[in-house]
């Protein structure tokens, strides 16, 4: 299977902290892998890092083969790299429908044609659909701000997944959302995979959630990578069940 | 046009009413009260680029002041040489664009309260600028005898006719930018004030729009500043001082900072109302001015339309609690059994 997204022993050091210390994994075409590990491992950093938010002390991160270490995260989105954060991060003073134009406008044309050309970039359509992809059509005319929290959790991911991306990273998508909205989130993930092929990298704690989820799992520790493997092997690990359970 | 009247009635007939306002008003007044009216015109543009830096793009900038300063200096300069107005405006238009967006480069790096205080030194620097380089400016000594300018070979030298001439400028400043900010560039804005750091993650060069919103602000605020010169005739150093940037920040931010209309109410209050209050409280008129416009400030942080705001909001949650109380299902006896 083909390698989208390849980590080289990737490193970020705070001070004396080594927050990733020398993380190296594939992401494969089309696959759904999961990023676990107790907090503080690391795993938010690395997403970081590999995003260009942060720049990384050693190793280099390559997409399609061609080396995007330390480039910046919106040339990286304008290749088709997208993500969630761990915290809430959507546009609360704009509406639902502008924050999906918003995700989506950059994407296509130039800064003139964002000027003169149609009010909404002409992807009024485009996020009708991702409206409705995520049942949201009768919030679309609401402000952000004032959706109730697992309702913002979807908008922050539905907005990832405008501009047609081939690779998301989506940090901790489930965490704050409840058990019902779960069920859809996890639905439209599988969905999205499966009709337009996107890889993703999900990190999540919800253990139930990303064991049905992805086909593979990376477990990380203090900074490194404990295990690799499928959702099975992952459980049945002496190593990984040792380092939640603690020495 | 039919459609945004039909969605919109309330709107329409302000707006209306406004417009006939603004049009039939200044015929009742005075020679004083259309000079007024003018400044009041005058200062809703330069507000409203300061509104675009810091209301939309949430860039913080205590150098508007400045910008108007340059675009003033320039149509001085230049129309007393007999240049006609259009030719400092166009100087000004590029000049200000290429300085604000120089600004813009601080801001790239450090933000609030830290870039209030780089574009305050650059406010400080371009006041001296303008007292200390007596070859350009004139120094202390100021630049007379500014013309009106001749339109279709009409004179504005009467305080009625610049009053018209200043207004079809706020008409068509205030369209471009209704324009911009109902554009993806608008949204781009707003991207960068609420959340830098996502707005980057979404493909959206922070960086440039960054530099756009201040070089395109500081531009409105030198088309005020060539405006306001003929305006006023005479033009020393003293209006520019920081005074100017200060009490421009003050109009965003009692209008409504990010509201389009925010500054037109700002200006209305900081420049009609002293006026207006000096009529009946004598020489307390600016104890009462500072007294109200933090009466208002305490009230509503987000300035007068953020009144309006917040009432819309709720009366909207209002009518989709009712809604949804009228779509509950009720019990009678026989529903019960």
């Keep these: ?247 | 046009m039919i459609r945004a009247i039909r969605d919109n009635p309330l709107a329409t007939v302000v707006a209306v009413v406004v417009a006939a306002i603004l049009l039939l008003l200044p015929l009742t007044l005075a020679r004083f009260g259309n000079y007024m009216m003018s400044m009041w015109v005058v200062m809703t543009i330069a507000a409203m680029g300061l509104n675009l830096t810091l209301g939309y793009a949430g860039q913080i900038s205590l150098a508007q002041g400045a910008f108007v300063g340059i675009g003033a200096y320039t149509s001085a300069i230049m129309t007393t040489q007999g240049y006609p107005l259009i030719v400092p405006l166009l100087v000004a238009i590029v000049l200000c664009f290429a300085i604000g967006w120089m600004l813009g480069y601080p801001a790239l790096r450090v933000q609030h309260h830290y870039l209030a205080f780089v574009t305050l030194s650059f406010a400080t620097l371009a006041y001296l600028v303008f007292r200390n380089e007596e070859w350009l400016t004139k120094g202390t000594y100021g630049i007379f005898g500014i013309p009106r300018p001749t339109v279709f070979g009409i004179s504005t030298k009467p305080p009625l006719h610049f009053y018209y001439f200043s207004l079809f400028w706020l008409v068509l400043v205030s369209g471009l930018m209704w324009w911009m900010v109902k554009s993806p560039w608008g949204r781009a804005f707003m991207a960068l004030r609420e959340n830098p750091v996502r707005a980057l993650s979404l493909g959206i060069d922070t960086r440039r729009y960054t530099l756009m919103a201040f070089a395109i602000g500081s531009t409105i605020g030198g088309i005020a500043g060539v405006l306001y010169a003929p305006l006023v005739e005479f033009i020393d150093p003293n209006p520019f001082a920081l005074a100017l940037s200060f009490n421009l920040l003050l109009m965003v931010i009692v209008g409504g900072s990010g509201f389009f209309f925010g500054p037109f109410l700002g200006a209305l209050i900081a420049v009609l109302l002293p006026e207006w209050l000096r009529d009946y409280t004598k020489g307390f008129y600016l104890v009462a001015y500072a007294l109200l416009v933090m009466v208002l400030l305490i009230y509503s942080p987000t300035g007068l339309l953020g009144i309006i705001d917040k009432y819309m909001a709720e009366r909207k949650t209002r009518a989709a609690s009712a809604q949804r109380a009228a779509a509950r299902p009720t019990f009678t006896k026989e529903g019960q059994a």
Excluded: W
Aim: proline share 4%; charged share 20%.
């Design chain 1, 1 to 247: 299977m083909k390698t989208v997204l390849e980590i080289n022993d990737v490193k970020k050091h705070f001070g004396g902290i080594k927050a990733v210390d020398g993380v190296s994994f594939d992401v494969r075409e089309g696959e759904i892998l999961g990023l676990i590990g107790p907090n503080g491992c690391g795993k938010s950093t690395l997403f970081n890092t590999i995003l260009g938010q942060l720049a990384p002390t050693a190793g280099s991160v390559s997409l399609d083969g061609t080396d995007i270490t330390g480039m910046r995260p919106s040339d990286l989105n304008r290749l088709g790299v997208s993500r969630t954060f761990q915290l809430l991060q959507v546009f609360p003073q704009l509406t639902v429908r502008e924050n999906l134009i918003l995700a989506g406008q950059e994407h296509k044309g130039t800064m003139a044609s964002r000027l003169f050309g149609p009010r909404d970039a002409g992807l009024t359509a485009e996020a009708e659909r991702m409206i409705a992809f995520f049942k949201m059509t009768h919030l679309a005319g609401e402000k952000a701000g004032g959706l109730s929290y697992g309702q913002q959790k979807l908008l922050d991911a539905a907005m990832a997944f405008m501009a047609g991306p081939r690779l998301v990273l989506l940090d901790e998508p489930a965490g704050g959302v409840n058990l019902t909205m779960l069920g859809d989130l996890k639905e439209r993930l599988r969905a999205i995979n499966a009709e337009q092929g996107a890889t993703f990298v999900v990190i999540e704690h919800n253990m139930e959630f990303v064991m049905s989820l992805c086909q593979r799992v990376v477990v990380m520790a203090e900074g490194k990578v404990l295990a690799i493997g499928t959702p099975d092997e992952i459980r049945a690990n002496p190593d990984v069940i040792n380092a939640y359970l603690g020495h």
